[in-house]
């Protein structure tokens, strides 16, 4: 992917990636869908300015969903759960 | 909790309040804890939202509730400890709100100034007994006879003159069109009232029953609608009947007709006692008014500005409810906002420290305020509205008065026992002031 810019699409806060950070300073990232795990790596490291020590990727399909009668599914979309080194930390996801 | 309290003035003060580091945290944690059970938040099921994401979110409200939490519950608590006994609201400022460290605020407020109270026996004051002589009388009958006046046409070969009423059908008009408002059929004027525009009613005069004239006046520049102001207007008015006021004469057949009365001395009788429950009421105000301003130069106290402002605003406020009932508009009175601020705050400020010299002596005498009191109190306005004084009272209560009553009654009370303690010097006057 040329441009890193286009990997991270938006950090995920739900009440498991809440206890992931807090358990393992993992945090969690919808990316997209062709972007690799040293692609991720590379952007979160650049953007952020931390130093990433591992990214776990995982498929997420989307859902089905019926809006009154209309049938229709959700995109499908990758997750990204990237643990920091320790010691780095990214300020979106502090307490201020 | 810790406070001190810095004297700025006789009836300013600072107060300055420090609430521990735990106290602090015990709050903010039971506020996240109350704020977690309703709050909704995607990605998290309710009541599950960590404390970490509801500080992202919620913080700086969750800090305001606590900063209000925390100053109701201490600042009360202050003024009872300290028996500062507030006059205005307070200007609080409060620190920023840390969590896991002391925090504090202040707050400027005005309080009840301590009043010593060093003179408020044995005052001298003059009391005018005021008698009803003749000639009020025999004024106040002609006045009432007056309002009897009847209108009476005149017959015969008169002329229209000053002090004639005049029965007009009139049609004007400016530049040659009639204009609004510019006719009128049987409308009665007094000539020489001036109620008209200027030169109108004098050129009417002389006229005869039946004859028409051309009337030509000019609108003054001031004149209320703009488009006839200054213009010259040319009226065709018709004088139907010439009458004159007669002013019934004082006899007993007067006094019959105007009421309940046998005769005229009973009309008198009922006069006289009315001017002299006029007089008396009068005069027992000015007493009471007269030992205020003695207290007052008597006893030094310092006002809260506070309390003026507010006695000043009531007392305004008042005055312009009363005359806009009555519709008039209190600037023609002379009563401009300048004029108010000049005349009416020092009075307001006399007021203010009269009121708080009283309040002392009622306290220091441990005067009470009984129900019984209260509805003593409101007797005369009750019989005057007519309603019940119980009915009465419950709307002053509904409306959070019964204090201010209450505080009423007191000074009436302590200005009472001045009263009492006075030596009066009774002066004998004629009533003939009366006007």
């Known amino acids: ?96 | 909790m810790k406070a001190t309290i810095e004297n700025l003035g006789p009836w300013e003060r600072k107060i300055a309040v420090e609430i521990p580091a735990d106290e602090v945290s015990e709050t903010v944690e039971r506020t996240y804890r109350e704020l977690a059970k309703g709050v909704r938040v995607r990605g998290f099921r309710k009541g599950k939202v960590p404390r970490t994401v509801m500080t992202r979110m919620y913080g700086d409200q969750v800090r305001n509730e606590v900063i209000q939490a925390l100053i109701n519950r201490t600042y009360g608590e202050t003024l009872r400890t300290h028996q500062l006994e507030p006059v205005s609201e307070p200007v609080i400022e409060p620190e920023k709100l840390a969590e896991g460290q002391p925090w504090r605020y202040t707050a400027r407020l005005e309080v009840r100034p301590e009043v010593k109270v060093q003179k408020w026996e044995k005052l001298a004051l003059a009391q005018t007994e005021a008698v009803v002589d003749d000639a009020a009388v025999k004024e106040r009958l002609e006045r009432l006879a007056g309002m009897h006046a009847q209108l009476v046409v005149e017959e015969g070969a008169t002329r229209l003159a000053r002090g004639h009423f005049a029965v007009i059908d009139y049609e004007g008009s400016v530049e040659g069109t009639p204009f609004e408002g510019g006719a009128g059929k049987e409308v009665t004027i007094e000539i020489g009232s001036g109620r008209f525009i200027p030169g109108f009613e004098d050129q009417l005069e002389g006229m005869a029953a039946g004859e028409a004239r051309e009337v030509t006046v000019t609108f003054p520049e001031d004149y209320g609608k703009s488009e006839l102001a200054g213009k010259p207007a040319l009226f065709q008015v018709t004088l139907k009947e010439i009458k004159k006021k007669v002013v019934p004469a004082i006899d007993d057949e007067f006094a019959k007709d105007t009421g309940e009365f046998e005769n005229l001395e009973a009309l008198r009788a009922k006069v006289s006692e009315d001017i002299q429950r006029e007089l008396d009421e009068e005069s027992r105000r000015t007493l009471r008014e007269q030992a205020k301003g003695q207290l007052v130069a008597e006893n030094p106290v310092e006002a809260p500005p506070a309390m003026v402002e507010r006695e000043f605003r009531s007392a305004v406020e008042s005055t312009r409810q009363r005359l806009s009932t009555q519709g008039v508009d209190p600037e023609r009175l002379g009563l401009t906002p300048e004029a108010l601020e000049r005349e009416w705050r020092p009075r307001a400020e006399l007021d203010v420290k009269a009121s708080l010299i009283l309040d002392q002596i009622a306290r220091d005498r441990g005067f009470e305020v009984t129900a019984e009191d209260i509805d003593a109190f409101l007797e005369p306005m009750a019989r005057e509205a007519k309603q019940r004084v119980s009915t009465l009272r419950a709307a002053y209560e509904e409306r959070g008065l019964l204090p201010v009553l209450e505080r009423r009654i007191k000074d009436e009370k302590a200005l009472d026992l001045v009263l009492e303690k006075a030596t009066i010097q009774k002066e004998k006057s004629a009533s003939d002031r009366e006007k």
Not at chain 1, 25 to 40: G, H, L, M, Q, S
Not at chain 1, 74 to 82: G, I, T
């Open chain 1, 1 to 96: 992917m040329q441009n890193l810019y286009e990997v991270i699409r938006r950090p995920v806060v739900t009440e498991k990636s809440t206890d992931l950070k807090e358990a393992g300073n993992v945090i969690a990232f919808e990316v997209n869908r062709r972007a690799t795990k040293p692609e991720i790596k590379a952007a979160v490291e650049k953007l952020f300015k931390v130093k990433v020590k591992r990214v776990r990727t995982i498929n997420v399909p989307g859902k089905h969903v019926t809006l009154g009668r209309n049938r229709g599914k959700r995109s499908n979309w990758k997750k990204a759960l990237v643990t920091l080194a320790q010691g780095s930390t990214i300020e979106f996801f502090e307490n201020r």
